[in-house]
């Protein structure tokens, strides 16, 4: 008889319904939410990276969000310590964690654990991040393009600290970060684990994907740029490397329209989105859905998975 405490997790791109499905569930399963997302962990951005709004937030408890300042350095090992922490959490107050994962390396070192890692080397990194601002981070790509094609694929050719850090793991370890991360892992334990992954057609995920950045600008969203400049964030803080960030705060401090930014932000939102399917159909015993989180006959499909994999297992 198995008496392990469920973990529901949600897969999938992003404007697929995720955080709709996950509190869909809560109320219906008497859970609360932990996000899985590298963007929603930094105070402050919160319209691009499609945090749920704080009204939301306090009917259903959301954890992992809002965890640090825009400064600071945030890895997937320090995600997988309060992650631990928020299940014991929910674990001794008897309610059912629901994980809505966008960030699949977040949701491996959860799920997985971590690879023994080469530590941080300070003289290396002040190289390469000279070399990314005489060259641009587009030439640090290349690089790794070079030493590591699997993992160059997977990272966005302007995201700097993530390419620095896939160099380093390459030259100090002597593996591409692939092999790394396959050898020497400590898995979560304790936990039936349920994953739920959402795959809408994907013509009509792009028009959703449209619709949305058309109503994060409507929301406010450049303003919310602006204020982050007047805060004195500054532009090489991880953060404004997020899709539309960037291409906001360049727009405003050269007194473009803002508008003008749209066509490419829902371009990059696009490729995004195709990233995480890719990397999402490679993880192991998810029961997809071939529709949007926040349907009803999807929620109810979920709530099937949920009792009849219950069900068998007890």
């Not at 090992?77 to 014991?88: D, F, I």
């Amino acid at each position: 008889m198995s008496r392990l405490p469920r973990l529901i997790v949600v897969v999938g791109p992003t404007a697929s319904g995720k955080s709709a499905l996950a509190i869909a569930l809560a109320q219906k399963l008497d859970g609360e939410v932990l996000a899985c997302d590298s963007t929603q962990v930094y105070r402050h951005f919160d319209i691009g990276t499609g945090k749920v709004p704080i009204a939301e937030q306090r009917r259903i408890a959301h954890h992992l969000v809002d965890l640090i300042e825009p400064i600071e350095v945030f890895t997937a090992g320090q995600y997988r310590e309060r992650a631990l922490q928020a299940l014991q959490d929910l674990r001794h107050r008897e309610k059912l964690p629901i994980l809505t994962a966008g960030t699949g390396l977040y949701l491996r070192a959860l799920l997985e654990g971590l690879a023994d890692a080469p530590a941080r080397s300070e003289e290396l990194r002040d190289r390469l991040r000279g070399k990314s601002e005489r060259q641009g981070p587009e030439h640090l790509h290349k690089v790794l393009a070079r030493l590591d094609p699997e993992t160059a694929h997977r990272i966005a050719p302007r995201d700097t600290q993530k390419i620095i850090r896939a160099i380093e793991i390459r030259l100090l370890a002597g593996k591409s970060v692939g092999e790394v991360h396959r050898a020497g892992r400590t898995p979560l334990e304790g936990y039936d684990v349920i994953k739920i992954g959402l795959e809408p057609p994907r013509a009509a995920l792009y028009e959703r994907i449209h619709a949305r950045v058309e109503e994060m600008i409507k929301q406010g969203w450049p303003d919310e740029v602006r204020r982050l400049i007047s805060r004195g964030v500054p532009p090489e803080a991880k953060p404004f490397q997020f899709i539309g960030y960037a291409e906001l705060r360049r727009r405003i401090e050269s007194r473009q329209p803002v508008e003008s930014a749209i066509p490419s932000i829902q371009q990059a939102t696009r490729n995004f989105a195709k990233r995480q399917i890719t990397w999402f159909r490679k993880e192991a015993g998810v029961h997809w859905l071939t529709a949007f989180g926040d349907q009803p006959a999807v929620v109810a499909a979920a709530l099937g998975l949920i009792r009849g994999a219950s069900s068998v297992k007890s």
